[in-house]
């Protein structure tokens, strides 16, 4: 339950050593979407050390799976704790909005990293990247690698219902529908309930039903993992582009070995560190930005090593 990363050089000290004036010695709670994932990971130690640098005591905490029924026991826990802030990734736009009221209501300030809740009274502050535009960018690099040609391209997805990988779908097959005409939808987005195993055979039999398919968006670095080892395992590698979304140290290894083509890389370190510092704004009653939106950009084995884009690979 408890989670500790080692967050390179920051070495997660659980409790702060600055002087953060009006909010050193305060706790806070980081709630992550799923533990022991790289994404969140990164996260944790953006927000360790901004954490570190206000003085403020920072416990982190994640479900084993990426599954409101999962989270929400744990969001209770931290209501009877009333911490003085939460920052939190919803698992479901709809299921995780009333512990989260509940936590809200009884005077903690809730922050939402990575993903929301529908319910726009929820979170003093959103912090997340702008993901229906990354969406719209796997589309283009999609298209690029594509050339343009025709073809049947395939979206796998973790669930409905969470609000990142929801967004990227939507910029997606808007971009699809409106400018890269030339790409065809063979089906609904298909859910892989972030496990890569379940990626893998949903690739797998798309393929058998749709043997000339070109392209797949997978729209998480979990999905994306087993959608590459599901093309691979098929002997498709050379038909069949792969876009992912997110950039740890495993997904740029399936980008060298080309059965990844292009990583869309959020920033989630900085979501982390961006989190914490409004979180602590509003605890001190400073100003809050209700809405940050964080950058992403296309990783591609041709421009990793450009320090403007290898900078957005995943660090501890
Ligand atoms: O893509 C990230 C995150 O942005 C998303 O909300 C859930 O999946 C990841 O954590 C990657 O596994």
């Given at each position: 339950l408890l989670m500790v990363a080692a967050c390179g050089d920051n070495a997660g000290s659980t409790s702060g050593s600055g002087s953060g004036g009006g909010v050193s010695g305060k706790k806070f709670v980081l709630m992550v979407g799923v533990k022991g994932d790289p994404f969140y990971i990164s996260m944790e130690c953006g927000a360790r050390e901004k954490a570190k640098e206000l003085g403020v005591t920072l416990q982190v905490q994640g479900p084993d799976k990426f599954d409101a029924t999962m989270q929400n026991p744990l969001l209770d826990a931290v209501a009877a704790a009333k911490p003085a802030a939460l920052l939190v990734a919803p698992n479901d736009v709809k299921a995780s909005a009333t512990p989260l009221k509940r936590i809200q209501d009884a005077g903690s300030k809730v922050v939402l990293v990575d993903t929301t809740v529908d319910d726009t009274s929820i979170g003093a502050s959103r912090i997340a990247t702008d993901n229906k535009l990354g969406g719209a960018k796997a589309a283009e690099a999609l298209n690029q690698l594509l050339n343009g040609a025709k073809g049947k391209v395939l979206v796998i997805s973790t669930?409905?219902?969470?609000s990142s990988v929801d967004a990227r779908i939507a910029g997606f097959e808007e971009a699809v529908k409106s400018k890269y005409t030339n790409l065809t939808l063979a089906s609904a987005a298909q859910y892989s309930h972030n496990s890569p195993q379940t990626a893998a055979g949903i690739i797998q039999a798309e393929l058998q039903r749709s043997p000339d398919l070109v392209g797949v968006f997978a729209t998480n670095l979990f999905s994306a993992q087993g959608t590459a080892t599901g093309v691979r395992a098929a002997g498709k590698s050379n038909q069949v582009k792969v876009v992912g979304f997110d950039a740890g140290p495993d997904q740029i290894k399936q980008l060298q070995a080309g059965d990844v083509q292009a990583l869309v890389a959020q920033k989630p370190y900085d979501i982390g560190v961006q989190g914490v510092q409004q979180a602590a704004n509003a605890v001190e009653g400073k100003t809050v930005e209700a809405n940050i939106a964080t950058e992403s950009v296309i990783v591609t084995k041709d421009n990793l090593e450009d320090p403007d884009v290898n900078k957005y690979v995943y660090k501890d």
């Open positions: 669930d409905p219902g969470v």
